[in-house]
């Protein structure tokens, strides 16, 4: 028997031709950002608030239909194994949404322990 830790939406996105990947916890109301390239890019903060804004509105609207109060989202930008070229972000993405269970260990590691190469080849 398994326990779910993760109970939640993956939003793979692309901009610029970049791909990374949100994964909101819904119980916690969590949104964590997996990139593969790092946090520090400029157009990032605009887009991680838009993000942040239009799921809050989301819940917002399903709050009102299940009478419950909203909880504020809040933004968690996780340390991933940055990809070694410029185009294996889509393929980290895919890993990425197979792999996250929310708790960041991976086989006793977490993410930032394992090499780019370690997670595509984890099957």
């Given at each position: 028997m398994?326990?779910?830790?993760f109970?939640?939406?993956?939003?793979?996105?692309?901009?610029?031709?970049?791909?990374w990947l949100?994964?909101?916890?819904?119980?916690?109301?969590?949104?964590?950002?997996?990139?593969?390239?790092?946090?520090g890019i400029?157009?990032?903060?605009k887009i991680?608030?838009?993000?942040?804004?239009?799921?809050?509105?989301?819940?917002?609207i399903?709050?009102?239909?299940?009478?419950?109060?909203?909880?504020?989202?809040?933004?968690?930008?996780?340390?991933?194994?940055?990809?070694?070229n410029?185009?294996d972000?889509?393929?980290?993405?895919v890993?990425?949404?197979?792999l996250?269970?929310?708790?960041?260990h991976?086989e006793?590691n977490t993410?930032p322990?394992?090499?780019?190469?370690k997670?595509?080849?984890?099957?």
């Open positions: 398994f326990s779910v830790k109970v939640g939406v993956f939003v793979p996105t692309v901009f610029k031709e970049h791909w949100y994964a909101l916890n819904c119980r916690t109301r969590q949104l964590h950002v997996l990139d593969s390239i790092g946090h400029q157009y990032r903060f991680d608030k838009a993000m942040v804004d239009r799921l809050q509105h989301l819940f917002e399903l709050d009102e239909f299940s009478e419950k109060s909203g909880a504020q989202i809040s933004l968690l930008k996780e340390n991933v194994p940055l990809q070694p410029s185009y972000c889509g393929i980290l993405v890993k990425y949404m197979e996250w269970d929310g708790s960041q991976l006793g993410f322990n394992y090499t780019t190469v997670v595509i080849l984890i099957t």
